[in-house]
């Protein structure tokens, strides 16, 4: 059969494009492939499940313009599809002169993107979260968490039902693009089988520069995996916020910090920090892909990025491997918390993509050829933003159709 459409990948950016698609041309033949056996398996299924107000992002960029937008969208999506979710707000905690001066520099940026934020002072904040302590915060009325695995697979479902098809298990291991169509080479059950479509979309995250590279599309990034380590609290303290906590970030950097998420089942998550990963797809304690690590070493951009910020990754690393060091990033706002608190927790890899001189790209990069659209960096929060970013997605592709 010759599909119209194939999206390679069934996360939850790919998994919303395939609906969009199938949404906007109930008539033509739209294919998802997905590898594992079941969808958002990767990145989707290990963040911490918040629904992003988009504090932290340039006004202009994609990723404030998609995360506002997919606020609203995310929230809807679950109120039509009965999808837990808890708009439990999110508070920014400044625990230093530093992070007031960094807090009041997002409560502009808050403005100018039209979040709707309260400043807080030390005594409001404590009056608002008796167990954490700072000089002052930032109250983000706007968050939600949720289970995006819970979203993707009703997305899903949405896709089947208006006629689309999803399959599970099939791990794309060629492409050919000629002037007329694109071939993609699965496997499946030990079986190679081919699929003909007239245009390809891959969301293919921890593994998009080995997509673009399977057709041949010049590129100057990589994807470089960095490891976020979660730790979960006993239950005793599962009501020891009332909202999310997030420390103030350094805006140098395209991580959040550590903080403490009220998640959607009750349990309370501490994490995630930032460390190298040596294996894209490694969520154990102990990673290695000599595959992965070859691919990095041998990128001038690694050695670039490693060169940049070296001081902050032997002080994640060393926090990573020194829990008492980690626990220190959590007691600066919520002191009560001791060692023995932090319980094991599956771990998060985030496809940081990077450039050959050594930058962090921190919003949304494609990569394109006649009949193939790659989304090559989907930066956090995508889960958040996954509902826009499929529209704009789709929106690039007839585009692209019509060129």
């Known amino acids: 059969m010759t599909y119209d459409y194939i999206i390679m990948g069934g996360g939850i950016v790919g998994m919303s494009t395939a609906w969009q ?24 299924g290990h963040n ?35 999808v837990p979710y808890n708009q439990c707000g999110k508070l920014l905690v400044a625990t230093n002169a530093l992070e007031v001066e960094r807090m009041n520099s997002l409560f502009e940026r808050c403005q100018q993107n039209d979040i709707n934020v309260e400043l807080l ?3 409001q904040l404590k009056e608002r979260e008796p167990n954490i302590v700072g000089l002052g915060g930032l109250l983000v009325k706007d968050t939600a968490i949720v289970n995006y ?16 098809d999803a399959r599970l298990n099939h791990k794309v ?13 699965a496997l499946h059950n030990g079986q190679k089988v081919t699929f003909t479509g007239r245009f390809l979309i891959t969301c293919s995250g921890l593994m998009a520069d080995r997509t673009t590279k399977m057709l041949g599309i010049p590129t100057d990034f990589q994807i470089i995996p960095f490891r976020g380590e979660y730790y979960q609290l006993p239950a005793k303290y599962n009501n020891i916020v009332n909202h999310l906590i997030y ?38 304690r102990i990673n290695i892909s000599l595959r992965d690590i070859w691919d990095m070493v041998t990128f001038v951009g690694f050695w670039r990025v490693l060169k940049s910020h070296i001081k902050t990754g032997i002080v994640e690393t060393k926090n990573s491997l020194w829990k008492p060091g980690y626990l220190k990033l959590v007691q600066k706002y919520c002191p009560q918390l001791v060692v023995e608190d932090l319980k094991p927790y599956p771990a ?10 050594g930058s962090l790209v921190h919003d949304f990069l494609f990569a394109e050829s006649p009949r193939s659209l790659h989304v090559c960096n989907a930066p956090s929060p995508a889960a958040t933003s996954a509902i826009p970013i499929g529209s704009y997605i789709c929106d690039k592709v007839v585009a692209s159709e019509m060129a």
């Open 247 to 284: 420390p103030i970030p350094d805006p140098e950097l395209p991580f959040l910090g550590v903080h403490l998420t009220r998640m959607i089942d009750g349990t309370v998550t501490v994490g995630p920090n930032a460390v190298q990963g040596w294996k894209r797809e490694g969520y154990g």
């Open 121 to 123: 002072n030390a005594e």
């Open 149 to 164: 695995q819970q979203v993707t697979t009703k997305m899903a479902e949405r896709f089947i039902e208006m006629g689309g």
């Open 48 to 82: 911490s499940g918040v629904i992003h107000a988009g504090v932290y992002y340039a006004p202009g960029s994609l990723k404030a313009q998609f995360c506002k937008a997919g606020v609203a969208a995310t929230m809807a999506f679950c109120d039509a599809n009965d």
């Open 173 to 185: 291991v060629g492409l050919k693009e000629t002037t007329d169509d694109v071939t993609v080479d």
């Open 348 to 357: 998060g890899i985030r496809a940081q993509a990077v450039m050959k001189d």
């Open 21 to 44: 698609l199938q949404q906007r041309f109930p008539d033509k033949k739209v294919l998802l492939l997905e590898k594992e056996s079941v969808y958002s398996k990767h990145q989707t």
